[in-house]
Structure formats: structure tokens, C-alpha cells
């Protein structure tokens, strides 16, 4: 079993930046492969941005060369640096790890989630 705690959200004005943390339990976590997914009010989650355990990393479009994940297997834990941040990135974010090389649409594992609200 594997228990992902988020922390970093918050209230930031468009343009400025945030780094949520997720520290994961249990002593496999180099194997699996990790990622931030979103869900804004009245839509679908959807992915964000992987990292898999070899450190490969993969973006949504709408994140792409503003996000920045990253992992550091010694403290179990993955990183989302967000920068230029946008009023359409407010969301509730979501960690997620999956066993395996590669993220999936429906991990084995969620975080609660933590609030990220971008203001114009």
C-alpha cells in the first residue's frame, strides 16, 4: 500500500509560481512511475505531467514548458514546479503514482489532493 500526501497549493496571482510536494510512504518508491493530474470545478480530471522511475518525464500541451516535474527517490517524494502560472491552472492537484515504467489514466494509487487557485 502506498499513502501520497500533496502540500504546496495556494492562492497565487497569474504570472507567479508555485512548487507542490508529494511525499509518498512505503520503501518501493523508486519503482513506480509518478505524476500530477488536475481537475478543475465542472471538469474531468486530466493528466498534468509524469516522471517515470528512471526520470523520464512527459507534459500535457497545456503545461508544457511552464512545469517542471521532478523526483527524489531518497525522500520519496515528486515535485511540480509550476511557473507563469495561469487563471485556467486553478484546480485541485492531484499526485498519483503507478507500478511500472509508465503513468496511467487510472493509477494504482491517489493523493487527496491540494487547492491551487491562480488570480487575474
Known amino acids: 500500500q502506498v499513502q501520497l500526501v500533496e502540500s504546496g497549493g495556494g492562492l497565487v496571482q497569474a504570472g507567479g509560481s508555485l512548487r507542490l510536494s508529494c511525499a509518498a510512504s512505503g520503501p518501493t518508491f523508486s519503482r513506480y512511475s509518478m505524476g500530477w493530474f488536475r481537475q478543475a470545478p465542472g471538469k474531468d480530471r486530466e493528466f498534468a505531467a509524469a516522471?517515470?522511475?528512471?526520470?523520464?518525464?512527459c507534459y500535457a500541451d497545456s503545461v508544457k514548458g511552464r512545469f517542471t516535474i521532478s523526483r527524489d527517490n531518497a525522500k520519496n517524494t515528486v515535485y511540480l514546479q509550476m511557473n507563469s502560472l495561469k487563471p485556467e491552472d486553478t484546480a485541485v492537484y492531484y499526485c498519483a503514482a503507478n507500478r511500472g515504467s509508465t503513468m496511467s489514466t487510472m493509477p494504482n494509487y491517489w493523493g487527496q489532493g491540494t487547492q491551487v487557485t491562480v488570480s487575474s
Open positions: 516522471i517515470s522511475w528512471r526520470g523520464n518525464t
